[in-house]
């Protein structure tokens, strides 16, 4: 049976401060900020102080960050920065997995701390965007690759001049695009496909892939809202430019952060409920219930990199938006099921002593609260781990107003303290 669904507002017992609710009011575009909305009280404190401060600093976490490659190619629903780099502050184990790592937020700042890190995700675009933002060049890849973006360019400019046709898979989506745009975004694709060197090609995907939804007709990443926008000519072809450069100094300053010896990211493309290795420390964010549609999101993108048949991996997707449209309450015992298999997968690979984090947020559906603190609880102890600290707090979801928590969950596996050292896989990422 499942536990009651209960519906919140801000006129419950727990209602946020006057000037916080205010701050909630869905944007025009109807997109939503978490990343913007401040947290309220923090509550369901468990643990040594120390770690529980700590996990509330994680979840009050908010702003921009500026530091490595943490603002290359935007991600929707991505943790924030600061709060991996305080969580990691605190929990120990060098080999460190995200299961599912999104665009690399997680691994950079792990990175950044000496761990060694492994991503997985089932969504292609994730694992792209993953590998360029932790990828450790030297001086002189550094140097090649800003001259293959300029030759890129100078090939695309070149191109534009020709009556070029869209790659095949983007052919039914063209109306997303002013037709300059759709041109020079197909000669830029077309030189690309022209690059030898493989690394050096997947990082100039990563930076076409970070224009395709910037320069369409669609309103954002979580809105495929449709939107009038007039786009000088020439404008992709000057962002691409200006993306390499940004790119490049961003890679330098990740070279400059990430101690000597810390080797880049391991990523793999699979389901978190399959998982191989053994590690220190799982960090990660999960989908929360009813939130997001993750792979049709990334439906444009998807179609310039050629990657539509990720399309038929939505079935796999955990607690995706639209399982819970015709029932809310099917939608939920099937991301319950998903959380128990994923976690187990998780506490199987973890070292006798490892610990699991899991930063994962309420959802609501049809004005209905999805609690996600107890089925995670639940399901942690189904796969025999022990909880070590727990904090939580308020917040209301921007899209409806309504009240609704955030937690960090820490557990640990039985068993002697989690060695330093070990074997673990070393999977490539599929770009």
């Keep these: ?13 727990r209602r946020l401060k006057p000037a916080q609710a205010s701050s909630l009011t869905p944007s025009p575009q ?28 994680a979840l009050r976490a908010r702003g921009e960050i500026e530091r490595a490659t943490q603002r290359f190619h935007t ?58 933002r932790t990828r450790l060049l030297g001086p002189g890849e550094r140097r090649a690759l800003q001259a293959a973006t300029q030759r890129t360019v100078k090939t695309a400019t070149a191109l ?42 997947r990082l100039l995907w990563a930076m076409h892939s ?31 430019t200006a993306r390499g450069v940004e790119l490049v100094g961003m890679l330098d300053e990740l070279m400059r952060v990430v101690p000597e010896g810390t080797p880049a990211a391991k990523l793999r493309r699979g389901d978190a409920r399959d998982l191989s290795g053994t590690f220190d420390l799982a ?25 539509l048949d990720a399309l038929g991996d939505q079935k796999q997707e955990i607690g995706p938006r639209r399982d819970f449209k015709s029932s809310a309450e099917e939608g939920y015992r099937r991301w319950q099921t998903s959380t128990e298999a994923w976690t187990m ?5 973890l070292a006798p002593g490892g610990h699991l984090a899991i930063v994962v947020g309420d959802g609501i559906s049809h004005g209905r609260l999805l609690e996600a603190r107890g089925p995670t609880m639940d399901a942690a102890a189904g796969a025999a781990l022990t ?17 609704k928590r955030e937690h960090v969950l820490v557990f640990r596996r039985p068993g002697e303290d989690a060695a330093s050292e070990g074997d673990a896989p070393e999977p490539e990422a599929t770009p």
């Design 160 to 201: 534009t001049s020709q009556k070029l046709q869209a790659p095949e898979p983007v052919l039914p989506l063209t109306d997303w695009y002013e037709p300059h745009v759709l041109g020079e975004l197909t000669a830029l694709h077309d030189a690309i496909e022209t690059v030898q060197e493989a690394e050096t090609r």
């Design 387 to 403: 909880p070590f600290a727990t904090a939580s707090i308020e917040r209301a979801d921007p899209a409806t107003g309504l009240a």
């Design 1 to 13: 049976m499942l536990p009651p669904m209960k519906r919140r507002r801000p006129g419950s017992k």
């Design 75 to 132: 991600y929707p629903a991505r943790l924030h920065p600061d709060a991996a780099q305080r969580l990691l502050q605190v929990l120990p184990g060098l080999r460190l997995l995200d299961p599912f790592c999104g665009g690399g937020t997680i691994l950079v700042e792990g990175m950044m701390a000496g761990r060694h890190t492994w991503g997985n995700d089932l969504n292609p675009v994730a694992t792209l965007v993953a590998r360029a």
């Design 210 to 240: 970070s224009l395709v939804v910037k320069y369409s007709l669609r309103a954002s990443d979580t809105s495929a809202r449709r939107v009038k926008r007039k786009t000088k000519k020439g404008a992709v072809l000057e962002a691409f």
């Design 30 to 57: 109807g997109k939503r900020r978490s990343g913007q909305v401040p947290a309220g009280k923090a509550v369901k404190l468990m643990g040594p102080r120390e770690v529980t401060s700590a996990l509330v600093e």
């Design 283 to 307: 960090l990660t964010s999960p989908p929360y219930p009813g939130t997001y549609d993750y792979l049709p999101l990334q439906h444009l993108r998807l179609a310039w990199l050629g990657h």
């Design 345 to 349: 997968a998780v506490a199987k690979v």
